[in-house]
T-cell receptor, first 117, second 107 residues
Framework: GAVVSQHPSWVICKSGTSVKIECRSL??????MFWYRQFPKQSLMLMAT?????????EQGVEKDKFLINHASLTLSTLTVTSAHPEDSSFYIC?????????????FGPGTRLTVL | QKEVEQNSGPLSVPEGAIASLNCTYS??????FFWYRQYSGKSPELIMS????GDKEDGRFTAQLNKASQYVSLLIRDSQPSDSATYLC???????FGKGTRLHILP
């Protein structure tokens, strides 16, 4: 089946630093990728929709200058958390959708746990 | 704004029994509905998708959709301890998730 990977799986950083998370579709090309954030005991919250070759579409309340998304190729999207602070500590999950597919062909990555000290 | 509501649980079900999970949604125009299972510390995995009214069965899982009443449910037959997880109901193209129902199967 389709596989989506994320790197790193976990990261600990100091407050004020920037962290980049990669999301890759390993065996299919994804025109659309989604970035979610999940705080403990809460549901996944969609942060942004990333389309290959164009600017990401951010959900209301998500700061686009803080969470930089780049979808430079059909197999890679990156999320950069700039000037991270402890409140940014969360579980970040990406998903990828194959072109021409129905919504049930959206595949999730394993997630990246970010801890900001 | 679209909303998806679930009972957070925990829902405790004896092993071998039927677990019934429910979800309601606010947007009457919603077309796509999904159930995901999420184990603690892991990302969600798709269990079922359903698009039209009625029942859809896949192994021990049955999804039920009633668009008139705006609810979707998931039945798990012959519940196993490995089914203990949080079940997320999700709606539509950008996948708006409910908060999830924690299911605990009692051995």
């Amino acid at each position: 089946g389709a596989v989506v990977s994320q790197h790193p799986s976990w990261v600990i950083c100091k407050s004020g630093t920037s962290v980049k998370i990669e999301c890759r579709s390993l065996d299919f090309q994804a025109t659309t990728m989604f970035w979610y954030r999940q705080f403990p005991k809460q549901s996944l919250m969609l942060m942004a929709t990333s389309n290959e070759g164009s600017k990401a579409t951010y959900e209301q309340g998500v700061e686009k200058d803080k969470f930089l998304i780049n979808h430079a190729s059909l197999t890679l999207s990156t999320l950069t958390v700039t000037s991270a602070h402890p409140e940014d500590s969360s579980f970040y999950i990406c998903s990828a959708r194959a072109p021409g597919g129905y919504t049930d062909t959206q595949y999730f990555g394993p997630g990246t746990r970010l801890t900001v000290l | 704004q679209k909303e998806v509501e679930q009972n957070s649980g925990p829902l405790s079900v004896p092993e071998g029994a039927i677990a019934s999970l429910n979800c309601t949604y606010s947007d009457r125009g919603s077309q796509s509905f999904f159930w995901y299972r999420q184990y603690s510390g892991k990302s969600p995995e798709l269990i079922m998708s359903i698009y039209s009214n009625g029942d859809k069965e896949d192994g021990r899982f049955t999804a039920q959709l009633n668009k008139a009443s705006q609810y979707v449910s998931l039945l798990i037959r012959d519940s196993q301890p490995s089914d203990s997880a949080t079940y997320l109901c999700a709606v539509d193209d950008k996948i708006i998730f409910g908060k999830g129902t924690r299911l605990h199967i009692l051995p």
